[in-house]
C-alpha cells in the first residue's frame, strides 16, 4: 500500500529468510511485522521506518540506518555489530536487546532511558553523551566500552561485568551496583583488587 508521499507501508506481516545483504531500501515504513533470520549485512536501511516491530536472529551488521525511524523495537539474538544508532531519527527510538551481538556499536549522544540490554555483547560500544537514565544492562559484557559525560542515573549495573566508567565525569546518582563489580568505578586508579 503506497500512500501519497510514495511511502509502502507493511503492515502485520512477517519476513523469513530474507537476505537484504548490501541492498537498499527505499521508502518503506514496517508497522506491526516480525523479521525472522533476515540479512541485512551492509544494507542501506536510511530514511525508513520501523514501529512496533520484532527482529530474531537477524543479522545488522554495518547497516547504514541513518535517518531512519525506530519505535518500539524489540531485537532478540540478533546481530548488530558496528552500527551507528546515533544517525536514526531521535524522534522515533525506542528498543529493548536480548541475546544481542551489539559490538562496536555507537549510541554517541542517543536518548536511551529505561532501555533494556538483557544478555548482550556490548563491546567496544561507545556510550558516550548518551542518556541511559533507568536504563539496565543485565548480565551484559562491556568490555572497552566508552562512557564519558553520559547520565547514568538510576542506571542498573548489577549484574554486568568488564565495564570502566569513571565516577568523575559521568553522572550516576542512584545508579546500581552489586559489591562484585565495584571495581568496574575504580580502574582510572590501576588498583590491583583481591577478591
Known amino acids: 500500500m503506497k500512500d501519497d508521499r510514495g511511502v509502502v507501508t507493511h503492515q502485520d506481516k512477517q519476513f523469513v529468510n530474507v537476505n537484504y545483504v548490501e541492498k537498499r531500501l527505499e521508502n518503506r ?33 554495518l547497516a547504514l540506518i541513518d535517518g531512519a525511524g525506530f519505535r518500539d ?37 542517543t536518548k536511551l532511558r529505561k532501555t533494556i540490554f538483557n544478555n ?7 556510550f558516550s553523551e548518551a542518556d541511559l537514565t533507568n536504563a539496565e544492562f543485565i548480565n551484559c559484557d562491556l568490555s572497552g ?24 565525569i559521568n553522572r550516576m546518582k542512584k545508579a546500581k551496583f552489586s559489591s562484585g563489580n565495584l571495581s568496574g568505578l575504580l580502574n582510572k586508579f590501576n588498583l590491583d583488587i583481591e577478591y
Not at 514496517?30 to 543479522?59: A, G, P
Not at 544508532?85 to 529493548?96: A, D, I, K, V
Open 29 to 61: 515504513e514496517f508497522v506491526k511485522c516480525e523479521f525472522v533470520s533476515c540479512d541485512f549485512t551492509k544494507s542501506d536501511l536510511r530514511n525508513n521506518d520501523f514501529v512496533d516491530c520484532i527482529f530474531r536472529q537477524c543479522n545488522f551488521t
Open 120 to 126: 548482550c555483547s556490548l563491546k567496544e560500544a561507545e
Open 145 to 168: 566500552a566508552t562512557f564519558s559525560n553520559t547520565n547514568l542515573e538510576k542506571c542498573d549495573l548489577r549484574t554486568a561485568r568488564n565495564f570502566a566508567i569513571d565516577p568523575g
Open 73 to 109: 523495537i524489540n531485537f532478540i539474538g540478533c546481530k548488530i555489530m558496528g552500527v551507528n544508532f546515533s544517525r536514526c531519527n531521535s524522534f522515533m527510538f525506542s528498543f529493548s536487546f536480548q541475546d544481542c551481538y551489539m559490538d562496536y556499536s555507537s549510541f554517541l549522544s
